[in-house]
């Protein structure tokens, strides 16, 4: 069935094309009585000189199926009925205010300065939602280099990943984490101090502690350089909205305006 409505398509574009207006560098593709499809309409929606034969017949039949519903609907004047009146009208505003908006702030942008005064007036827009790790999982040689390892490692703040030696097999380091990023050990960091070294558990042939390097409590801010990407954007958000509820009573203050409240309060 697919394949007879292909050819079927293909022969009609092929008995019609010395018919249809259209120029050699915007063709017309097809026609549904007075609808016209042209190159440039295919080219403006998507990609269309790189999609094989049967995609782009695909999509002319999709433009063609819509299209001889749409002028059915014409022909029983649906576009005139009040409320189909009405929603057009609102679509036509929406698009046109979003059209005139886009391009009275098309020239906007923030500065450095504009970004850093955000960023230091909306803390709460950077704030992290869950507590934050920088992790070392250090792994022993054997039984016993784990304990002889572990037992003066308790006595110390260590906030740096320790290095490997004759006692320590390998230590792997995990930065910004909200869980643990490994099966074993098996640890609740929350229950962790910073900076001291957990009890070592067996992970397989080896035992393995969990070290919390550094924690960021939940709801603490992040500091400005993790977030300039988001900051910059909320930022020009920020100003977009600003410059528009402005650049609104501007338009109102040179406009014939009038209000009835005896009507409203009706």
């Not at 749409?70 to 057009?88: F, G, M, N, Q």
Request: with cysteine.
């Amino acid at each position: 069935m697919r394949f007879l409505l292909l050819s079927t398509l293909l022969l009609t574009f092929g008995l019609v094309a010395c018919k249809v207006p259209g120029s050699a560098s915007d063709p017309t593709l097809a026609r549904v009585e007075n609808s016209e499809l042209k190159r440039s309409e295919m080219l403006a929606e998507g990609p269309w000189d790189s999609l094989s034969l049967e995609e782009r017949t695909s999509r002319v039949e999709h433009w063609i199926s819509r299209e001889s519903v749409y002028e059915r609907a014409l022909a029983e004047k649906i576009d005139e009925l009040p409320e189909v009146k009405r929603l057009i009208e609102d679509a036509k505003k929406k698009i046109v205010l979003g059209a005139y908006f886009a391009q009275v702030t098309d020239t906007l942008s923030v500065s450095e300065a504009e970004i850093a005064a955000y960023y230091e007036a909306h803390p709460e827009n950077f704030a992290l939602e869950s507590n934050v790790y920088n992790l070392a999982l250090v792994t022993y040689m054997s039984g016993n280099t784990a304990w002889q390892y572990y037992g003066p490692a308790t006595r110390k703040k260590i906030t740096e990943a320790p290095a490997t030696n004759w006692l320590v097999r390998e230590v792997e380091s995990f930065d910004s984490v909200t869980v643990a990023p490994f099966e074993c050990p098996v640890v609740n960091l929350d229950t962790l101090s910073v900076g001291k070294i957990s009890p070592p558990k067996t992970c397989g042939k080896y035992l393995k502690s969990v070290i919390v390097l550094a924690k960021r409590d939940s709801g603490s801010v992040r500091p400005l350089n993790e977030v300039a990407d988001l900051a910059q954007v909320l930022a020009a958000n920020g100003k977009r909205k600003d410059f528009i509820a402005s650049f609104k009573e501007n338009i109102k203050k040179r406009q014939a305006i009038f209000v009835y409240p005896e009507e409203i309060a009706k």
